[in-house]
Structures are given as structure tokens and as C-alpha cells.
């Protein structure tokens, strides 16, 4: 049995009810010690709980949230033989992408879960959360960065946020579960990413260097402009139709993303679609986005291509480097 570390980074798991709403209970640590000892799950392995000094309601997580969960966790890698981060529901798919970009070489498991109903109340999702987690966290063939949630486990740089209230409120739309619990719990080894030397690269990010232009029918150049013409924006996630077709015949918006393009700015094209890919050449609009220099983003999730993006745009300063490594997987996070 290993040792695992419990980083509680906030999020409705360690919340309690107020008459202002949820808001996190001072005493969780505490209340997760009890009701794991109270469970009677036999071989959960040893573990410490630290808290961040000033929990994150994820709504109000930035990108200088990400190196601080990863510092952390590198702080205590020798110490540990896995990681489980306890995160807010809504941007735990962001932030479980982005630490699976800055642990590029890892070789024990690191586990975001957390819950829908806070675990001081009835009918609690967080513990068997917690528990699968925990267990999880100590199969060493798990190298890499991996949400569990509501008896599923999803490789975090594949895994989106789809229900607000349901129980089961992630999917990996474009990559299969890498293991679903049911009477044994084992991940399917031959999805995993294997074991990697160790390699940490964590950045200091600048929250307004990446933004997200979402087109819509009737957009106007001046709303994309609006978001593009500023000398901090270094890339943007564009969120596209079908295959990633843009409104070709609105020229004005064709020439802000190309004046974009030209000064420096990368941007990503993704598709507001779930489920499958861009592919820029299926259509003569979509073609359009390759004349002019936008880079295909492939079947990223949102998440991904705007954690990914930012981490690139941290670490690299030439945007054609940028370009071409948003189009290769780096850590399983799109298909090659």
C-alpha cells in the first residue's frame, strides 16, 4: 500500500451550506478523515491532507491557479506515491489539461476528482469519489494527469464538463473512459500513457495572453476585433461550425483573423462540436482558415486547446514553433 497526498484546492466537495449559499466549510479536513475512517473501505492507503492557504471557488480559477496546484504537487513528488487533487467541478477540466502539460515527464498517478453535493451533506457524491481516487492513486501504471468522477476514469486532457447538476457530470467525448468502475476497478492499460522520465515545466502564465472567439451566425468583424486587437492576446481558441467552418462570406471577419494571423497571434480553430474533428480542407469555407494561416486544433476539447495553448505561449516565443506543436499530441491530448 503507497502513500498518497490529498491537495484540497476548494470546490463544492469541501463545502458547506450558509444562507448566503455554499461556501467552503473550515472543518473539512477534519470531516474527510472521518467519514474515510467511517467507511470501512478496506486498503486504502496511507495519506496527508494539505489545503491551499486561500481555497478557489473554481468559478474564480486563473491560470496562476495551475503552476501554484503544480508547484505543490512537485514540491512533494519524492514523498508520495500518487496525488489526489480535490477541485471544483466546473474548471477542474481545465486545470486537470494544463497540469498534464506542465508534468510533460511523470511517473506516478495524479487524480482531480471532487463532487456535485458538498460531502457535509446527504447523499454525497465526494466520498465514493474520494475512495475509487484513492485507490487509484496507488496503480503506479497510471503516469499521467486523470479525472475520476461518478465511477469513470478520463484522461484530463480528454475530459469535458457536461451536466451542471447531474451526478455524471464529465465525459471524454473524442477518447474512450480509461477504465469504469464496476466490481474490480482497473484501468485499461493498453489506453495509458506510458511511464516518462521525470520532467516538470511549469510556467508563470499571463492570464490575458489567450482568449476564445466563438462565432455565431451574423458575427461581426468588429465583435472579433474586439477581442483580437490587443497587444496582450497572444493566441485565441476560435470556436468554429461543424468541421470547423467559418462564415467565409462575411470578408471583413476573414480579414481581421488573417491581420491576426499576420501580426503574430496564433489561433486555434475548434469546433463548437463535441464529437469529432476539424478538418480545415472538407469544405472550401473551412479551407479559407488554411489560406490565411489558422492553425487546425484537430479534436482537442475546449479545455485542452485553451490550456494547451496558454502553456505553449508561456514557454515559447516564436509563434511558428507555437503553431506546430499545437498540432502534434503532446500528452494524449488529441488524436495523431
Known sequence: MGRV?????GGTIGCRATPDGHKPDPEFARLLRRRLADSGEPELPEFDVIELHTLIDSANLTPAHWSQIAGLLVIHWQDYDGFLVLHGTDTMAYSAAALSFMLPGQDKPVIFTGSQIPLSERR???LDNVINSLHLCQRAVLAEVCIYFNGRLLRGNRTTKLKATELDAFASPNHPPLGVA????EPESGLLLPPTPLCFRIPEF???AVTVLSLYPGISARAARALLDDE???GAVM???GVGNPPDANTELMQVLAAAVERGQVIVNRTHCLYGKVDQGTYATGNSLNRIGVTPGGDLTLEAAFAKLHYLLAMETD????RELMRQPLRGEMSG
Open 239 to 241: 470556436l468554429s461550425f
Open 206 to 208: 499571463d492570464p490575458e
Open 5 to 9: 497526498l490529498i491537495l484540497h484546492t
Open 232 to 234: 496582450r492576446v497572444r
Open 319 to 322: 509563434p511558428g514553433r507555437v
Open 182 to 185: 464496476g466490481i474490480r476497478l
Open 124 to 126: 454525497s457524491d465526494g
